[in-house]
């Protein structure tokens, strides 16, 4: 018997290898496998139910990858045995090749014999019930590949896009924007427009003559030195003033 085909996975090259080789994956998308372990670096034993035409029986097998090429091929090498309904052996070449970045072609060549029960059903049978079973295992595999990938592709579509967060103008300043400003980057026409007059666009200090209590609240407070002396000399002349005519 022999049989040979193409297929193209919907998923990268790395990612079908991994999957060919796994044995959680192998066991989900094979039709009437019951077991599937690995057994070495490279071996797997597996137990797995098949009808074929009027013949049905369950096969313990086992299966040996050789001329392991990672991630590109290897032959696989297996044999079952089926009691009293038969026997079945035989290899198979398994080649990936890149289609696109998110797509593999998988090929694939596989000749085996089968004896017993198997063998008296006619080569035709047994051919339609192969091909059968690799296309159905094909197709529970490229589901298997496209539910994991659904995943993921879902959260990227929802990520948060990233958004600027709005400028917001400084304690006690304007809030309003001169005409043709934003609100995401504050411009320098807008910075200007909030100084009182006469600002040099450094922050004025409050500043109290030592040993006086702080004004109260809302009370206008002198901010420039220059202000604080010319209030000391007015008051000094008024009272130079008042003495000079109570002394007359």
Known sequence: MELHGERLIPADVETTWAALNDPET????????????RTGDNAFTARVAVK????????TG??????????????IVFDGQGGVAG???????????EETPAQTKLAYEAKAQVGGKL????????????????????????????AQSAPVAADAASAPAFAPKPFEPPAGASAELPS?????????????????AGASGEPAVASVPLGEPAPAEGAPMATTASTRWGWWVVAVVIAIVLLYFLAR
């Open 26 to 37: 192998l066991k989900a998308c094979i039709a009437g496998c019951e077991s599937l372990e």
């Open 52 to 59: 074929v035409g009027p013949v049905s029986a369950r096969f």
């Open 62 to 75: 086992n299966l040996q990858l050789q001329n392991v090429q990672p991630p590109q091929s290897y032959t």
């Open 87 to 97: 026997f079945g052996r035989g290899s198979a070449d398994v080649n990936l090749t």
């Open 119 to 146: 063998a008296q059903i006619g080569s035709r049978l047994v051919d339609a019930a192969a091909a059968k079973i690799a296309d159905d295992f094909f197709r529970a595999f490229e589901a298997h590949l496209q």
């Open 180 to 196: 043709g400003a934003t609100d995401e980057v504050p411009s320098a026409a807008w910075a200007v427009s909030s100084m009182p």
